[in-house]
Antibody, heavy 119, light 111 residues
Framework: EVQLVQSGAEVKKPGESLKISCKGS????????IGWVRQMPGKGLEWMGI????????RYSPSFQGQVTISADKSISTAYLQWSSLKASDTAMYYC????????????WGQGTLVTVSS | DIVMTQTPLSLSVTPGQPASISCKSS???????????LYWYLQKPGQSPQLLIY???SRFSGVPDRFSGSGSGTDFTLKISRVEAEDVGVYYC????????FGQGTKLEIK
């Protein structure tokens, strides 16, 4: 069974760093792209970027380029989304998704990680 | 970036009645490979989004046949032939040309 299991909710202060994770199982992790989607409270979905764990090829949406870093450790079938300095506006639910062909076909979604940034 | 515009933003439907959501893109989604990368996702209350329709009109595995997608170029439609209570949630169209972008979402409620 294909699963994407994300790390738990986080509460952080502005300026702090954070790395959240998404562990894939039930399929060949290195053969499928993993994307990240943001959903701010009460708002819609926003595409952040995508990585191919096989060779770490990464593409960012211009809105998120330079704001976050997407990475993957294929040895443990895990993708990451990280911030070096959080802002209150980073408060959101973050979903990882599996995209077999890097064309928007997001067939599996993680359960979401809620990040709250507050002083 | 390609802008995706959905209408209406909310919909209240009596069970058993049809529903339709429009999605327009700011440029053609027809790729040079001949495919059109337009998707429909449903986010049920309290859940992660789920794929309903891919490449305009193909239903994802397990999606009931009351859901159908159509369209081409820049104009697309999701139709539900007979709405059921379990169809409640927010429907998003999404285009699959980088950077991917979603529509604003259409909230479907049951009357």
């Amino acid at each position: 069974e294909v699963q994407l299991v994300q790390s738990g909710a986080e509460v952080k202060k502005p300026g702090e760093s954070l790395k959240i994770s998404c562990k894939g199982s039930g399929y060949s992790f290195t053969s499928y792209w993993i994307g990240w989607v943001r959903q701010m409270p009460g708002k819609g979905l926003e595409w952040m970027g995508i990585i191919y764990p096989g060779d770490s090829d990464t593409r960012y949406s211009p809105s998120f380029q330079g704001q976050v870093t997407i990475s993957a450790d294929k040895s443990i079938s895990t993708a990451y989304l990280q911030w070096s300095s959080l802002k209150a506006s980073d408060t959101a639910m973050y979903y990882c998704v599996r995209d077999p062909s890097d064309d928007g076909y997001c067939d599996y979604w993680g359960q979401g990680t809620l990040v709250t940034v507050s002083s | 970036d390609i802008v995706m515009t959905q209408t209406p933003l909310s919909l209240s439907v009596t069970p058993g009645q049809p529903a339709s959501i429009s999605c327009k893109s700011s440029q053609s989604l027809l790729h040079s490979d001949g495919k059109t990368y337009l998707y429909w996702y449903l986010q049920k209350p309290g859940q992660s989004p789920q794929l309903l329709i891919y490449e305009v009109s193909s239903r994802f595995s397990g999606v009931p046949d009351r859901f159908s997608g159509s369209g081409s170029g820049t104009d697309f439609t999701l139709k539900i032939s007979r709405v059921e209570a379990e169809d409640v949630g927010v429907y998003y169209c999404m285009q699959g040309i980088h950077p991917y972008t979603f529509g604003q979402g259409t909230k479907l409620e049951i009357k």
